[in-house]
């Protein structure tokens, strides 16, 4: 999480964050990695893809979803970070409310702590991520996720996600976490209509005004399939998680939260160089 968020290239793409779940219930991949040699084969097939960094996850965060005891998330998660560990330098993070969970991805080898709840999940967190000096990612959420699409509102959505999310860097800072190690992320679907998630998306360039890394995770969520109105499964997606992956690059999005990691690479080199040829014509 220190240094550029963007990876090289005379026109900066956003980093990729390939996604590891290790649940039963997840967004589009529940189930299929619960094993711990399949989950850790999986990241290690993003990595080959050409993801950034991986984000390990043991907990399903999707809406209703029933929370999972602190010990069934470390018992799942470890031995892939571990495993993953063991094979690659680069980052992994873990995708965790919990601080006793946070602690042990640590210990196994996870550099960023990829907080749903914005590090606000217990009153310890934000004190434990100051003291492992492990990078934090900071996302809005309305509700939790249990609740969390009962009926959403907002006056003004892009302001208050931007003024909640400032004001979580600005209580990390506080608490002692370098502002290098912080990046932010709207939170599309937590706690947001369709209409919502769409107005994030169009005005992702008013978040990245707050002068921190702006995280994108959309890959394979509903409102895609409630956009398109096709009514598309999880890994019917694709078309619509790389048309939000290009949307979010264009305006500045510093790494992007996704299943299909070579699709998103293909679509990002290819929109960077169609960018570039514009000087050459
Ligand atoms: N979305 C999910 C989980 N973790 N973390 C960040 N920073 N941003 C997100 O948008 C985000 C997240 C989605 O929940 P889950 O049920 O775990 O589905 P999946 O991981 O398959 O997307």
């Not at 026109?11 to 399949?38: Q, W």
């Not at 640590?106 to 434990?128: C, F, I, K, Q, Y």
């Amino acid at each position: 999480m220190s240094g550029a968020p963007h990876a090289g290239g005379a026109l900066m793409r956003p980093l990729i964050m390939g996604i590891v779940n290790v649940t039963p219930d997840s967004f589009s991949d529940g189930g299929l990695h619960l094993d711990p040699g399949a989950a850790a084969a999986h990241g290690e097939q993003l990595l080959a893809e050409g993801a950034d960094l991986l984000d390990v996850g043991g907990e399903s965060t999707r809406p209703g979803a029933e929370p999972v005891a602190e010990g069934e998330e470390i018992r799942r998660i470890i031995p892939v970070i571990e495993a993953l560990r063991a094979r690659t330098d680069r980052p992994i993070s873990v995708d965790t409310m919990k601080p006793g969970v946070a602690r042990a991805a640590a210990a196994a080898g996870a550099t960023v702590w990829n907080d749903v709840t914005a590090l606000e999940g217990s009153p310890r967190s934000l004190a434990l991520a100051a003291e492992l000096g492990c990078g934090v990612v900071l996302m809005h959420m309305r509700g939790t996720p249990s609740t969390m699409q009962a009926a959403p509102q907002y006056d003004d959505v892009v302001a208050e996600v931007a003024a909640y999310l400032g004001g979580r860097v600005e209580a990390a800072v506080a608490a002692g976490i370098a502002r290098s190690k912080i990046w932010i992320d709207p939170g599309i679907g937590f706690g947001k209509t369709r209409r919502h998630n769409l107005m994030l998306i169009a005005r992702l360039d008013r978040l990245a005004l707050l002068g921190i890394p702006v995280l994108v995770g959309a890959s394979r969520k509903s409102f895609i399939a409630r956009t398109a109105g096709d009514g598309a499964g999880e890994a019917g997606r694709l078309g619509g998680s790389l048309a939000v992956a290009l949307a979010a690059a264009a305006r500045g999005a510093a790494a992007l939260r996704v299943h299909d990691v070579a699709a998103t690479r293909q679509a990002l080199a290819v929109a960077a160089a169609i960018e570039e040829a514009r000087g050459d014509g």
